[in-house]
């Protein structure tokens, strides 16, 4: 536990005053003193995506078998330089899918000098008229630079207020942690991003996919009241989303 902030004594004078009023200025005053420090003073970790780390390094070790909150460490002397390296988004990625987009991510599964440090990127390609989908990051706010083309891009606030823009090469835009957004290529040319993550894991939910790809499923007639539709409008969204086998 950090150690508590020094309470802080402030002697105001208030020579137009009563002397009651002035007590209770002086307690007001002693209290706003005490509420400011204990948030400038608060640690650190209650405003981070991740835990902070412990130690320098703690590379990922999947096969300790070990379950944590993150991943067990790999002994240190078998850590090496391929622990903290990635080349997988030099290239753009196939985009000849049903949405027209893909993301390739790196984060700790795929560099796992990444465990602990709470940070990750990914690269979103989009082929025009390419989407990514009405999505949202559990464990991470996300910030999109450009790198060429041009995107129409937006999330939607929990008072249901849809924040939109269009963004252009080198232009950069944030998605708020666990508010859902979406990025569609509206043009006639290949678009694509790099994304960073205030986490080394942030998570994706896909909106549609979340409700109708479930597995087990979410029962139909909670989808067809929540969507105001029929069961056999359910099913049928059902069938398209499920995964290929």
């Not at 005490?34 to 995506?49: K, M, N, T, W």
């Not at 986490?199 to 979340?210: C, D, F, R, V």
Request: net charge positive; proline share 8%.
């Amino acid at each position: 536990m950090p150690s508590a902030s020094p309470i802080v004594h402030v002697k105001l004078s208030y020579p137009e005053l009563s002397s009651r009023a002035r007590r209770m200025m002086t307690k007001s005053t002693r209290f706003l003193v005490v509420v400011v420090l204990f948030f400038v003073g608060a640690p650190p970790r209650c405003l981070a995506g991740d835990p902070d780390p412990l130690q320098d390094i703690c590379v990922a070790d999947p096969s300790s078998g070990v379950e944590v909150n993150g991943f067990a460490c790999k002994a240190a002397a078998d850590v090496t330089a391929a622990d903290f390296f990635f080349a997988g988004l030099a290239k753009p990625g196939a985009t000849n899918n049903t949405m027209g987009s893909l993301v390739t991510g790196a984060n700790v599964e795929k560099i796992p000098g990444l465990n602990t440090l709470g940070v990750s990127l990914s690269r979103i390609d989009y082929a025009p008229g390419g989407l990514n989908p009405p999505h949202t990051h559990p464990r991470a706010t996300e910030i999109v630079f450009v790198l060429y083309g041009a995107l129409d891009v937006g999330f939607i606030t929990t008072a249901n207020k849809l924040v939109a823009k269009t963004i252009s090469q080198g232009e950069v835009f944030v998605f708020p942690r666990g508010l859902v957004h979406f990025q569609k290529n509206n043009g006639k040319m290949p678009a694509a991003v790099i994304a960073g993550f205030n986490s080394q894991l942030p998570g994706t939910q896909s909106i549609a996919a979340t409700l109708f790809a479930a597995n087990p499923t979410v029962p139909d007639d909670v989808l067809a009241k929540a969507f105001q539709i029929g069961t056999k409008d359910v099913e049928k969204i059902k069938r398209r989303l499920a995964p290929k086998k």
